[in-house]
């Protein structure tokens, strides 16, 4: 390990690990049964069909904010697959097309057949009324910005403890103009006579969108939907996902030997937490220090897995490694490349080194799944590959165990909290898998790393005692490329220009930057100047994402 790492700071974070590690030894006796809510008998689900809105991902979360299990799929997937799910009501989300494009996407006929709810989301309502023999108008002009819903007289269990009159959020170009046969009108605004209609069978069409912020009541009239409409009970919780998980992972696993690649994020951690609950030595931990880690990260990592919770992990430094491969490189993707290459090679050098492996455990989320699986209409450019360092060797012959594959970030924290995990670890920020490579602008090198791992240290620690570190989704120092002159004392100086960059963000598509206080960043400045000999200015990034993004690289 490097100096740098070695380096120890007593910090109150210390007492957070220590308590997940009493937590860890009572669950440590518990094997057989490991959480205390039982799993349910037969999950409850409901399935959505993306007929590609940029809401659909957030129709997904509010859902499961709900505690019901969700899975979206693109409209098209084969109905075996969405059978399969044994969904008890579907949502068809919005979408760009018009039902009068040619080859317009339709809803499978099966999901009408079901005799199952359906709420239908603005394009979704189209589709109720095109499918189901009512009309759809085309639009002339785009509707879009904020309405006020006015209930009809009679009350649909849609709107059960909502006021009469609801302000909603409206971004459509087509309408209704006559309701399908049995449907009834429920609700208007001033510029859609029919913004609401349903029918007996649960069949439900909205075309407003109840999924995002700007409707302040949508997550109630989901909850109503999924709970008088579909009858759910809300059985989706943390701790019988973990229960869940755990069993799921006995019965595939059996004897056998599993890898994971351990990162020090959170989504690696709880992977390694759930697997080691499940199956206890049968997991081998790797750990693969590239040199481009921030100050004590691979320490405190080490400590908590391998001393703390004694659990088998193979420690491997390969800054030299690393470090070799970025000798003159300045453009990020080919930093990206290069780090996610040699990482694969470390990674199956030392996976061989423990012989007889047969699985390998990844912290796959469900929004990488979505991506992939989407029906990807109007697929967004490639603006960053991004490596997700717990999952990339694809060549391995190895049965993957993904266990949140299904879940959203914020779950995934919540799943670490059900498991014991410290906050500390459970609410770190993201931190992405190049490292501080693609924070260092031009070439990497050791004396930069020291400088930026000085800085960023610096930030963390001032952040953190502002009690500021959890509401930000990320805050980081950048060293930047730019020297400038400075004076300290009688002397001239030219040193780097750090740069700070905090944004908050619910998901990392969009972010601001932090409205931090000037007190605080004054802090920030004074010490980074005064504690990091090579650094003689600091600046603050106040742009937002889109159009910037939250790394600098
Ligand atoms: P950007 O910079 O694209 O980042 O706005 C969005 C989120 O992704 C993280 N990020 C990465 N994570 N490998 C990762 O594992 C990467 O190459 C990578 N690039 C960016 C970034 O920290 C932010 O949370």
């Known amino acids: 390990m490097t100096e740098q790492t070695s380096r120890r700071v007593s910090t109150s974070d210390d007492i ?11 669950k440590k006796g518990e094997r057989s049964s490991p959480t205390q809510e039982p799993a349910p008998a037969e999950r409850e689900a409901v399935v959505i069909l993306d007929f590609g809105s940029q809401y659909s991902m957030l129709i997904a979360r509010r859902v499961r904010e709900c505690h019901v299990y969700c899975e ?9 697959r969405i ?23 339709l809803a499978p006929h099966e999901v009408f057949e079901s005799h199952l709810p359906v709420l239908g989301i603005c394009y979704g309502m189209q589709l109720l009324a095109h499918q189901l023999g009512g009309r759809v108008a085309k639009g002339v002009k785009r509707e879009y910005g904020h309405a006020i819903l006015h209930q009809n007289m009679s009350s649909s269990p849609l709107f059960a403890d909502l006021p009469p009159t609801l302000p909603v959020w409206m971004s459509h170009g087509d309408h209704i103009v006559e309701a399908p046969p049995g449907f009834e009108v429920i609700a208007y ?22 999924e995002v912020a700007h409707t302040p009541q949508g997550k109630t009239i989901l909850k109503n939907f999924l709970y008088n409409v579909c009858g759910c009970k ?31 994020g959170v989504d690696s951690a709880v992977v390694a937490s759930i697997i080691h609950q499940a199956v206890g030595d049968q997991l081998t931990c790797i750990f693969v220090n590239n040199g481009l880690l921030r100050r004590e990260e691979a320490e405190r990592t ?35 490349k290069r780090i996610g290459e040699e990482f694969i090679k470390v990674f199956e050098e030392e996976a061989a080194k423990i012989g007889q492996v047969q699985f390998l455990a990844q912290g796959t989320l469900y929004p990488d799944i979505i991506e992939s699986a989407s029906s990807g209409r109007g697929a967004a450019a490639t603006i960053k590959t991004h490596h997700n360092v717990g999952g990339l060797p694809k060549n391995m012959k190895l049965a993957l165990i993904e266990p949140l594959r299904d879940l959203f970030k914020d779950e995934v924290r919540e799943v ?84 700070i960059r905090a944004v908050t963000s619910e998901d990392a598509m969009t972010a601001d930057w932090a409205r931090l206080p000037y007190d605080l960043l004054a802090r920030i400045s004074n010490r980074i100047v005064n504690e990091v000999p090579a650094a003689n200015r600091v600046v603050y990034d106040i742009s937002s994402k889109p159009p910037s993004t939250i790394e600098w690289e």
Request: hydrophobic share 40%; aromatic share 8%; glycine share 10%.
């Open 189 to 210: 605004t001033d510029n859609s006579p029919i913004a609401a209609m349903g029918n007996r069978e649960g069949m439900i069409g909205l075309q407003f969108h109840p």
């Open 416 to 499: 670490g909290l059900a498991l014991g995990m410290p906050e500390e670890m459970v609410f770190r920020q993201p931190f992405p898998g190049p490292g501080l490579a693609i924070r260092i602008m031009g070439e990497v090198t050791r004396e930069k790393l020291d400088t930026l791992r000085a800085a960023d240290w610096i930030v963390m620690n001032e952040i953190k005692k502002a009690k500021l570190y959890r509401d930000l989704w990320q805050s980081f120092a950048v060293l930047t490329s730019t020297r400038s002159v400075g004076v300290m004392g009688d002397d001239r100086t030219y040193g780097y220009v750090v740069a």
């Open 83 to 105: 059978a399969a799910l044994k969904p008890k009501g579907f949502i068809l989300s919005g979408g760009p097309a018009s039902v009068y494009d040619e080859g317009a996407p």
């Open 72 to 80: 979206m799929v693109p409209f098209d997937a084969p109905w075996e």
């Open 234 to 264: 809300g059985a989706w919780t943390p701790g019988n996902f973990v229960s869940e998980s755990i069993e799921k992972i006995r019965a595939k696993v059996c004897n056998g030997r599993v890898i994971c690649a351990l990162s020090g």
């Open 302 to 336: 080490l400590s908590v897995f391998q001393r703390n919770l004694k659990m088998n992990v193979v420690y491997k430094d390969a800054s030299e490694r690393f470090l070799e491969r970025l000798k003159g490189v300045i453009d990020p993707e080919l930093k990206r």
């Open 16 to 26: 957070e690990v220590s308590t997940y590690l009493e937590i860890a030894k009572e």
